[in-house]
């Protein structure tokens, strides 16, 4: 399974972030998968934002929810992520991985497979 993340690398303040993950080799279909997205901001740890389900159920992050958006298209194998009003603190190397559900933890957090992420950079 491949995953690669694509958008544009420069965003301005209050703009909306758009990003899209193109799987091959499997399904985003699949059952008991789940589709997350991730970021890394520079000199930070690995931060959950959130996920799409093999069912197309959506999962938010409770710290991001407000200014993101998961959606998917099943006829190309890609889904997507927007977020919305952002600013320098979002500045992070992007990234999209697939892995099963943590019941403990309540979201995705260990991945088997992941994109080689994409750097966004939030500046005017």
């Known amino acids: 399974v491949q995953l690669v993340e694509s958008g544009p690398g420069l965003v301005k303040p209050s703009q909306t972030l758009s990003l899209t993950c193109t799987v091959s080799?499997?399904?985003?279909?699949?059952?008991?998968?789940?589709w997350s997205w991730i970021r890394q901001p520079p000199g930070k740890g690995l931060e959950w934002m959130g996920a799409i389900a093999y069912s197309g159920r959506i999962f938010y992050s409770p710290s991001l929810e407000s200014r993101t958006s998961i959606s998917r298209d099943t006829s190309k194998n890609q889904f997507t992520l927007q977020l919305s009003s952002v600013t320098p603190e979002d500045t992070a190397v992007y990234y999209c991985?697939?892995?099963?559900?943590?019941?403990?933890?309540?979201?995705?957090?260990?991945?088997?497979?992941r994109g080689k992420g994409t750097q966004v950079t939030v500046s005017s």
């Open positions: 991985a697939r892995g099963p559900w943590d019941y403990g933890l309540g979201y995705p957090s260990e991945y088997d497979y």
């Open positions: 080799g499997g399904s985003i279909t699949t059952t008991y998968y789940y």
